[in-house]
């Protein structure tokens, strides 16, 4: 691959808000509703339970529109959070909504059901079966079959690409059925301000779905990306090179990724995520390096040099971090892919800070680009520890699994306030990783991680930003209180 000087391409910055601007502004927007009809409303509240029930339903509108601009494709709102952490939120936003949705109808019964709950259980099925709520009860319905599809969509009997239509179908299905539902029975919809707060949320997730079913696929075969080669690297592991125009327009930083579409297919539905695992230095070519998985990453082997390939990008927050300060890179096996793209790019900048990275893999084959990682020693202050699962005589590799003692090893001598850890690797290893840095005395903030998969991890830090990820909701709880209390 021909190089060019890194200062002769500009380095992006990320996109989007930072994580407390971007969760007050989304705060703000999932309560709106509940403001505008606490300040411009003229209907006289009814009782606390049933205004509670109110609360939820308007506030799980606005969460279920909120939901197509969480859907990780929108770099210029979640850039500088990742895409980990904006799927898991959007995970569990989804949660979230669909428990407000199936409380809402219940506190309209709640003053009912105290008294008489015989009583109570035929409003309900007066509701159920009434034909004035049944949008609502379609968007009740359709968002259980969204909610429960997503939670067994890594199944392997359902096509991922199935999975990707018919997720963007209903989930645009249900807002028109809820729209619909807030529309033709709210009292509080029924006034001008309400209204116009809906039609401007309609208006929002229509863009929103235009810039990415229209605009994005446009953009991802403008500029002309073809496939130059792949090669073996590691058993199962491809590496894949595209040249892409001379004066192509994409910047971006090491670690990022793309989400890239091979021909014959097109965008939007048939686009996987793959890291760069080169550096802007690289460009007009792309490297990555990527595992066979499944139905996409299996072809990989018999794909002509010259295929067309559409590519959008760069997404992710998964980069070097700026300052000086030392930094612990930890991989198992395909994960090595962000890494080489920062190492590159590290290079490339002359970086003279410390740089550990702990490199794990089943065994000695499966170790890729090690002999370029091995030569990026001769440039960077980087020291390498391979991890794997035999044992070779006359070998420097450390025996693994990987486990915590390996990690505190690579560490011996770095000081803990200053350093920062980046992780990407099979989910199991990140968990041991992450659990390993936090018994380290590293702050949850200094712990950075890429999943390849979007399943939620059982790590304790996945626990501490799923934690972190409820605070906006237990604010708009208190809202909701103070709203039915008013
Ligand atoms: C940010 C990010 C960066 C990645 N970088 C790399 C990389 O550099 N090298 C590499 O080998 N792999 C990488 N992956 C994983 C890669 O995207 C999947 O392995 C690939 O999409 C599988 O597609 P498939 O059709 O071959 O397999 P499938 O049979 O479709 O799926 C196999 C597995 O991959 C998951 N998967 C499939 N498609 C996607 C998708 N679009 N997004 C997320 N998960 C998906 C499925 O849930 C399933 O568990 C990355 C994933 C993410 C999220």
């Known amino acids: ?160 690409e199935f999975w990707r239509v018919s997720h963007s179908t209903l989930a645009i299905v249900v807002a028109a059925f809820s729209l619909h539902h807030a529309l033709s029975v709210g009292a509080y919809s029924a006034e001008y301000p309400l209204r116009f707060v809906w039609f401007v949320f309609a208006f929002a997730a229509a863009v929103a779905i235009f810039l990415v079913y229209v605009v994005r696929p ?59 695992a080169s550096a802007a230095t690289s460009l007009p070519w792309l490297r990555f390096v990527i595992q ?29 971090p700026a300052g000086e300060g030392p930094v612990v890179m930890i991989a198992g096996g395909v994960g090595i892919a962000p890494f080489l793209g920062m190492l590159e790019e590290a290079a490339a900048l002359e970086e003279r800070r410390p740089i550990r990275l702990v490199y794990a893999a089943h065994n000695t084959k499966g170790l890729a680009s090690l002999t370029r990682l091995r030569e990026l020693q001769s440039e960077l202050d980087l020291v390498i520890y391979c991890v794997v699962e035999e044992e070779l005589p006359n070998s420097d590799n450390l025996v693994g699994p990987l486990g915590k003692q390996h990690i ?20 199991g290893m990140m968990e041991i990783a992450t659990d390993a840095l936090l018994a380290r005395g590293l702050s949850a903030g200094s712990i950075h991680y890429e999943r390849f998969d979007y399943a939620a991890g059982k790590g304790q830090l996945d626990r501490v930003r799923r934690t972190e990820a409820l605070f906006p ?14």
């Open 1 to 160: 691959m021909k190089t060019s000087k890194l200062n002769d391409r500009v380095l992006p910055k990320l996109p989007g808000l930072p994580g407390k601007a971007l969760a007050g502004a989304y705060i703000l927007v999932a309560l709106l509703p509940i403001l505008v009809v606490s300040i411009m409303g003229r209907i006289a509240p009814a009782s606390p339970l049933t205004e509670f029930g109110t609360a939820l339903g308007l506030t799980a509108t606005s969460l279920l529109f909120l939901q197509f601009l969480s859907s990780g494709r929108y770099e210029r709102i979640s850039g500088q959070v990742g895409l980990d952490r904006t799927m898991g939120f959007h995970r569990i936003a989804a949660l979230v909504l669909f428990g407000f949705v199936i409380l809402h109808p219940l506190f309209y019964v709640a003053d009912t059901l105290l008294i008489d709950p015989h009583a109570a259980w035929d409003r309900i099925w007066g509701m159920l079966s009434s034909s004035r709520l049944r949008t609502g009860l379609l968007a009740l319905v359709g968002l259980f079959v969204v909610v429960g599809f997503a939670t067994i969509r890594s199944s392997p009997f359902i096509r991922y």
């Open 292 to 320: 066979e998985a499944g139905d996409c990453t299996s072809g990989l082997g018999k794909i002509e040099p010259g295929t067309r390939v559409a590519i959008d990008g760069p997404h992710g927050s998964f980069v070097l």
């Open 218 to 276: 446009w953009r991802m075969w403008r500029e002309d990306w073809r496939v130059d080669r792949v090669t073996p690297l590691a058993p199962d592991v491809w590496e894949l090179v595209l040249r892409g125009p001379d004066a192509t327009r994409l910047r971006f930083k090491g670690g990022q990724f793309v989400w890239m579409t091979l021909s014959p297919h097109r965008p939007p539905f048939h686009d996987h995520p793959f890291s760069i």
């Open 473 to 486: 909701f237990l604010i708009m709880v208190a809202a909701m209180i103070a709203f039915s209390l008013r």
């Open 408 to 427: 505190l090893d690579s560490l011996e001598g770095l000081q803990t306030e200053k350093l920062t850890a980046l992780v990407c690797g099979p989910p």
